[in-house]
């Protein structure tokens, strides 16, 4: 792994002593925090959002227990793997550690080999998971966003949309006469035109937040968080460039002898009460409009 793709562990323990015997153990395999009581890891697992915490329990004014307790009712910070490092060595200690949702439990002084060997096991586990969360939001043909990925993600965009007072625009993507594409060149061909599509939409999102997502079928959702509808326009239009210029044939299409896209968009006001619904139902019907008019085209609703 490169520095910027190595995981990232946060040791929080009041002993500058322990700190920089773990931190020296850890420095070369990992990025690594260093907290010096309580209130300090908190605040460093909201911000860096390590992948494994190393946490001591005796500390002075917030004890490690009352850091996992914390650390598990906040959101930002609830996922994160917890392993207690403490002189506490009673089984009752450990269990009530176990219990409060550490994965771990290290007791003082401990062994060097078993502190890495332990810290590898749980941040392979970190790196399965995030396999399989990843693989879950995919869709498989297309290596875009799936629905329900977009669906957590608009959710998320629109309410941070309303909460800042920013724009944020959505259109839908629909390839034209795709089902005439089907039954003139086979399914084969159709997921590889699908795939050249998604791969246009993908690069034409511009902006880290930006997201496209395969809808349902030959539908793409596109969303600009912060893109007013004139950029966002911009944007589409660009895709839909891109697409035309593949130049692929489709003599099964009433629209144009190659293959074409329609979309429908809309962008939600600054000062606009529509529900995340409305927003996306104003990007269909405007989808439907440029399908009605022809197809091959971009249609926004006009007012914004």
């Not at 890891?41 to 909201?46: N, Q």
């Not at 997921?191 to 791969?199: H, Y």
């Not at 246009?200 to 539908?219: F, K, N, Q, W």
């Amino acid at each position: 792994m490169t520095g910027t793709d190595l995981q990232k562990v946060l040791v929080a323990d009041d002993d500058a002593i322990n700190r920089d015997v773990l931190g020296e153990l850890l420095k070369p395999e990992y990025t690594l925090l260093l907290a010096k009581n309580g209130a300090q890891a908190l605040e460093r697992a909201a911000r860096h959002a390590p992948d494994l915490i190393l946490l001591d329990v005796m500390m002075p004014d917030m004890d490690g227990y009352e850091v996992l307790r914390r650390l598990r009712a906040d959101p930002q910070t609830a996922h994160i793997a917890v392993i207690f490092i403490s002189g506490l060595d009673r089984p009752e200690d450990e269990a009530n550690g176990l219990k409060m949702g550490a994965a771990d439990y290290i007791t003082k002084p401990f062994n060097p080999s078993v502190v890495m060997a332990r810290v590898a096991v749980h941040l392979q586990v970190v790196r399965q998971r995030r396999m399989l969360e990843r693989l879950a939001n995919i869709d498989g043909l297309t290596e875009l966003a799936n629905r329900r990925r977009f669906d957590e993600v608009y959710e998320l965009e629109w309410q941070r949309a309303r909460r800042n007072g920013q724009p944020l625009s959505l259109a839908l993507l629909d390839i034209d006469s795709f089902k005439q594409f089907n039954d003139r060149y086979g399914h084969p061909a159709g997921d590889r035109v699908l795939r050249a599509v998604a791969r246009l939409a993908a690069v034409g999102m511009r902006r880290p937040a930006d997201l496209a997502a395969r809808y349902g079928g030959e539908e793409l959702v596109l969303l600009m968080p912060e893109t007013d509808a004139e950029a966002a326009r911009l944007v589409v239009a660009g895709i839909c460039e891109g697409i035309a210029q593949l130049m692929i044939p489709h003599e099964a299409s009433n629209v144009a002898p190659v293959l074409t896209v329609s979309v429908g968009g809309a962008t939600l006001l600054a000062d606009s009460r529509e529900l995340s619904a409305e927003l996306f139902e104003a990007a269909d019907t405007h989808l439907y409009r440029a399908k009605q008019s022809g197809r091959n085209r971009i249609a926004w609703r006009n007012d914004v």
